[in-house]
């Protein structure tokens, strides 16, 4: 089991990358602890299974080390490097039966009858597939057929690190949440260090201790859930956490208050004296606004609400910018217009979409 140090890593596919959008992953330094549950979260194309790929020795990085443990693995082979993955589509062998399709990364390696055994037995128990052990993988479902990927994957002791890439994706939903929980034991049983990429914020928010997340080829911040919820390093994390995600609104900054347009929002404090000139934005979750029928505020054209059950969300319009507020179940709703009240405790101010304040 490895410390993961990733080293002035970056890469590009192309040759001679020219603009920043050529890179798959722009330049970057990170630590995975070893032991630690993370997820890789991002939207499509931001640079996950790249950066996965590069971990694992899949891909070869255009630039920076890849560290184990000190050691510099960066043109180690995969199997050097010792890891497990998890694909997204399963990688099984279809002639073999189940028993030998998880055996197999075992008796790869050498290890004894015994051990296999016991493992096999061990994992198997785990995915709910002893009563398949015997049947050939060819005839499986998809789902089942990922679960023994799934099960490869998590069958050796040994490893430094597991990669998972998206192994959920083809598993009946209800499956989902149940092998979620089933790795999340694997993990706690082995403190093997795991690294789990998903463009789901559920799925990251519970599967890992630190989220990290990328945005265009860049890691825009690495915390617990609630660290990105309360404080969110980048409008990227503040928007793509949440439900809704945070409301991001244009700003001019002076001393301790924010104009939006023609209104004033009061912060908790100015800005730091090295604040660069220049446009800024505010972000504002929506929880952290009451809705209120007049008074000092926000001024907003109430556009309609959606009542999910424990809360509302109520979507409105400020100067023809969309903005919207989580309320209890039991408030109303004015029917035109309302005045939005922030936290002032919970504004946080974005120069270039990086937090300053
Ligand atoms: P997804 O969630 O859709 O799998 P991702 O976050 O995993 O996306 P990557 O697959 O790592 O993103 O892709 C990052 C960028 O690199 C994208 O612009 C993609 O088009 C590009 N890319 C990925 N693989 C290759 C490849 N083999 N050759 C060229 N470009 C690639």
Same mark, same amino acid.
């Given at each position: 089991m490895?410390?993961?140090?990733?080293?002035?890593?970056?890469?590009?596919?192309?040759?001679n990358?020219?603009?920043?959008?050529q890179?798959?992953?722009?330049?970057m330094?990170?630590?995975?602890? /070893?032991?630690?549950a993370?997820?890789?979260?991002?939207?499509?194309?931001?640079?996950k299974?790249t950066?996965?790929?590069?971990?694992?020795?899949l891909?070869?990085?255009?630039?920076?080390?890849?560290?184990?443990?000190?050691?510099?693995v960066?043109?180690?082979?995969?199997?050097?490097?010792?890891?497990?993955?998890?694909?997204?589509?399963p990688?099984?062998?279809?002639?073999?039966?189940?028993?030998?399709?998880?055996?197999?990364p075992?008796?790869?390696?050498?290890?004894?009858?015994?051990?296999?055994?016991?493992?096999?037995?061990?994992?198997?128990?785990?995915?709910?597939?002893?009563?398949?052990?015997?049947?050939?993988?060819?005839?499986?479902?998809?789902?089942?057929?990922?679960?023994?990927?799934?099960g490869?994957g998590?069958?050796?002791?040994?490893?430094?690190?597991?990669?998972?890439?998206?192994?959920?994706?083809?598993?009946?939903?209800?499956?989902?949440?149940?092998?979620?929980?089933?790795?999340?034991?694997?993990?706690?049983?082995t403190?093997?260090?795991?690294?789990?990429?998903t463009?789901?914020?559920?799925?990251?928010?519970?599967?890992?201790?630190q989220?990290?997340?990328?945005?265009?080829?860049?890691?825009?911040?690495?915390?617990t859930? /609630?660290?990105?919820?309360?404080?969110?390093?980048?409008?990227?994390?503040?928007?793509?956490?949440?439900?809704?995600?945070?409301?991001?609104?244009?700003?001019?900054?002076?001393?301790?208050?924010?104009?939006?347009?023609?209104?004033?929002?009061?912060l908790?404090?100015?800005?730091?004296?090295?604040?660069?000139?220049?446009?800024?934005?505010?972000g504002?979750?929506p929880e952290?606004?009451?809705l209120?029928?007049?008074?000092?505020?926000?001024?907003?054209?109430?556009r309609?609400?959606?009542?999910i059950?424990?809360?509302?969300?109520?979507?409105?319009?400020?100067?023809?910018?969309?903005i919207?507020?989580?309320?209890?179940?039991?408030?109303?709703?004015?029917?035109?217009?309302?005045?939005?009240?922030p936290d002032?405790?919970?504004?946080?101010?974005?120069?270039?979409s990086?937090?300053?304040?």
């Amino acid at each position: 089991m490895a410390c993961i140090e990733l080293e002035n890593l970056a890469h590009s596919y192309l040759v001679n990358p020219t603009q920043p959008w050529q890179w798959a992953l722009k330049k970057m330094n990170m630590t995975w602890r /070893q032991g630690g549950a993370y997820a890789l979260l991002g939207p499509s194309g931001c640079g996950k299974t790249t950066l996965l790929n590069v971990i694992s020795g899949l891909v070869k990085p255009s630039h920076g080390r890849i560290l184990f443990d000190g050691r510099d693995v960066s043109q180690v082979s995969t199997e050097e490097r010792n890891i497990a993955q998890v694909f997204q589509f399963p990688v099984i062998y279809d002639t073999m039966t189940v028993a030998e399709n998880l055996a197999f990364p075992l008796r790869n390696r050498g290890v004894g009858k015994g051990e296999t055994a016991a493992r096999v037995k061990q994992v198997a128990h785990m995915l709910g597939l002893e009563p398949l052990m015997s049947r050939r993988a060819k005839g499986l479902t998809a789902d089942l057929k990922q679960k023994v990927s799934l099960g490869r994957g998590l069958v050796r002791a040994d490893v430094e690190a597991i990669l998972f890439d998206e192994p959920l994706t083809v598993i009946d939903p209800h499956l989902k949440w149940l092998l979620r929980a089933q790795i999340r034991r694997v993990h706690a049983e082995t403190d093997v260090t795991m690294i789990y990429v998903t463009h789901d914020q559920t799925e990251a928010l519970t599967f890992a201790d630190q989220v990290v997340v990328m945005y265009q080829g860049e890691v825009v911040q690495v915390g617990t859930p /609630q660290q990105l919820f309360d404080e969110p390093a980048h409008t990227f994390v503040g928007y793509f956490i949440g439900s809704p995600g945070m409301n991001v609104l244009p700003a001019r900054i002076d001393g301790d208050r924010a104009h939006v347009g023609s209104h004033v929002v009061t912060l908790r404090s100015g800005l730091p004296q090295t604040a660069p000139a220049g446009d800024y934005e505010i972000g504002i979750r929506p929880e952290h606004l009451r809705l209120t029928r007049g008074g000092a505020g926000l001024p907003v054209r109430v556009r309609r609400f959606d009542d999910i059950g424990r809360v509302k969300i109520v979507h409105c319009d400020l100067d023809g910018l969309p903005i919207s507020a989580v309320i209890d179940e039991d408030e109303g709703v004015p029917a035109d217009s309302a005045v939005l009240v922030p936290d002032p405790t919970r504004i946080h101010v974005y120069y270039q979409s990086c937090k300053v304040a």
